[in-house]
């Protein structure tokens, strides 16, 4: 495979539009709900003190999600290009911009998100076979002793997880997109089985648990740290536009499967919350780190449990395959323009898929996932995610004043308040970050700046590489 992927009187290899609307929404739903809405409601009941504020926290994030989604939908409409976020930076504020997004989510927000998911998966195994969390090895560095890498089973099987996801992903965004559609099914029947068996059982379990304490227990910083673990669990819906290039009729399917999907995310996660303080206690709820196999374990059985601890595994593996499809695109688009490593660069002239950049990514998420270090960078994700996810909306309001003659096959419903109301929402869950974790935002900006290091002898290079398409 030539550095440019081309030969002599041909165009330059590109992309295919092969994903339809039916896997563009399953994409949506499938990277969307992955482990999060499995693991986080413990820790938002921890920080909003009551079941109520743990409902609220649920319908703000949605609300937040969707009018983040909406507005998506005008600029993946109009620029159906790879990359998403990318893409829409460099057009709204310059290629700076969009640099630092896609050097932050190639680096720090793509491999943690996938790491992330990949670790979930095998803690919802470790429900059935305990063994995964044995070490494999540990090893004392020479240098610090008061620290010892460990490394166990469950670590090694999420490094092949992520490469056989990643192979399937090489050879046909069509398989990917028919895989998602399978896996988000299976999803979204496991959810509604927990919440209808959660109702149909509970006078078996404690179906009237306590109320828990007031808004006084966390206050508004408590309902924010809530608020920033809903949204981790709502995150995944722009992934959709970093795609693009390959949806069929982006025009129209990119803003009804963002749209559809997050609704359908929406409803799942307030019946799923709805039925966890229908079902257990409070106190329980946020001591659980399964609370879905809680849920039916106190409802009906620790055996139905295990199948259910099945699915969730299933749930994760689906967010793990949407992930892998939509994140290598950002690091394909960039290095595409010279801004990334050149290594990463071009399709596969037989598949048509950026296997560089898939392969990149899976190296880069499975040394996370070896190190161990990717809950700790969790957070620093969500907080750089919500700073470009707010220019990016911001750049809806932005552009139709820089150029309003852009073609728009879609244009953001409720403009221009949905937009100006989801900017308002990401400043205060930054603001907040940073006063909450200092020093865990600190390093957060310290890695997306040090892109910059990379930026300026990358930048020198564009017009030749620019030339040479």
């Not at 819906?237 to 693009?244: P, R």
């Not at 106190?283 to 849920?295: E, I, L, Q, T």
Request: glycine share 10%; aromatic share 12%.
């Amino acid at each position: 495979m030539s550095a440019v992927n081309q030969t002599p009187n041909k165009k330059p290899l590109d992309l295919v539009r092969d994903l339809s609307l039916l896997a563009a929404i399953a994409i949506v739903i499938g990277q969307t709900i992955g482990t999060g809405v499995f693991i986080k409601p413990a820790e938002m009941a921890r920080a909003a003190g009551s079941a109520g504020l743990v409902t609220l926290v649920w319908i703000i994030g949605g609300a937040l999600t969707l009018f983040g989604a909406l507005s998506a939908a005008e600029l993946g409409a109009a620029m159906p290009e790879a990359g998403g976020t990318y893409a829409y930076l460099d057009r709204a504020y310059g290629r700076v911009w969009g640099f630092l997004y896609g050097w932050m989510n190639s680096v720090l927000g793509g491999p943690v998100a996938i790491a992330t998911i990949a670790a979930g998966l095998l803690r919802f195994a470790g429900f059935l076979f305990p063994a995964l969390a044995s070490p494999v090895f540990v090893w004392h560095m020479p240098v610090i002793h008061s620290y010892a890498l460990t490394v166990t089973w469950a670590q090694v099987v999420s490094v092949a997880i992520i490469f056989v996801v990643t192979l399937v992903n090489c050879v046909s965004v069509k398989l990917g997109g028919e895989i998602q559609i399978a896996l988000t099914i299976i999803k979204i029947v496991a959810i509604i089985a927990v919440i209808a068996l959660g109702f149909a059982f509970a006078h078996h379990a404690n179906s009237h648990p306590a109320p828990g304490p007031g808004w006084s227990a966390g206050g508004l910083s408590g309902f924010l740290t809530a608020l920033a673990a809903a949204l981790w669990a709502y995150d995944g819906w722009a992934n959709l536009t970093m795609i693009g290039s390959e949806v069929e009729n982006p025009g129209r399917n990119i803003p009804r499967s963002l749209f559809l999907g997050v609704l359908v995310v929406c409803a799942l996660y307030l019946g799923m919350s709805t039925v966890c303080f229908y079902v257990l206690p409070f106190a329980k709820v946020a001591s659980s780190p399964f609370v879905a196999g809680d849920v039916v374990a106190a409802a009906i059985g620790h055996s139905v449990a295990s199948w259910i601890a099945i699915a969730t595994m299933i749930c994760a593996l689906g967010s793990i395959n949407s992930s892998i499809i939509t994140n290598a695109r950002v690091d394909y688009a960039m290095a595409r323009d010279g801004l990334f490593f050149r290594v990463v660069r071009g399709v596969h002239p037989k598949f048509l898929t950026p296997v560089r950049a898939l392969f990149f990514q899976a190296i880069v998420a499975s040394l996370l996932a070896l190190s161990g270090t990717f809950e700790q960078l969790s957070d620093l994700y969500v907080f750089a995610q919500w700073i470009f996810y707010g220019l990016q909306t911001a750049g809806v309001i932005w552009l139709r004043h820089k150029e309003p003659n852009m073609p728009r096959p879609y244009r953001t419903w409720g403009y221009p308040v949905v937009p100006a109301l989801f900017v308002i929402g990401a400043v205060a869950l930054t603001v907040n970050s940073l006063i909450a974790m200092p020093v865990r935002s600190g390093i957060g900006l310290a890695l997306i700046l040090a892109g910059l290091i990379f930026y300026v002898p990358w930048r020198k290079r564009i017009p030749a590489a620019q030339t040479s398409q």
